[in-house]
């Protein structure tokens, strides 16, 4: 039975997820990241390795050549770092969401 409702829960966040980027704007020069914290911009450009807390633990974002995607976070089944790279990234269960955007908008920080 716990087998049944584990893979019921994993459909869930799944659906979820994708349900969750599809939503979101994506495509641009800046990496647009939002976290509990705040929103902090971040250069598609500049390469780099970037760290967000969130409620479960820290979530590392890499930024290389333009593109960007979830090399490590807490979260149980992992699937933002299964998704690869994307112009659209979330951890639902850690509250992370970063998007590719035209530029910095309203931000908290902007680093980079």
Do not use: Q
């Not at 994506?26 to 450009?45: M, N």
């Not at 807490?74 to 790279?85: D, M």
């Amino acid at each position: 039975m716990r087998k049944i409702g584990d893979a019921i829960a994993a459909a869930v966040y799944a659906a979820m997820l994708l349900l969750s980027l599809s939503l979101l704007p994506g495509g641009g020069d800046t990496l647009v990241v939002r976290t509990d914290d705040g929103e902090y911009a971040f250069s598609l450009s500049e390469n780099g390795i970037h760290s967000f807390t969130g409620p479960l633990g820290t979530t590392e974002i890499e930024i290389k050549d333009g593109r960007a995607r979830v090399i490590s976070s807490p979260c149980r089944n992992r699937l933002c770092i299964e998704s690869g790279w994307s112009e659209n990234l979330c951890c639902l269960p850690n509250r992370i969401i970063a998007t590719a955007s035209g530029g910095e908008g309203d931000l908290d920080a902007v680093a980079g």
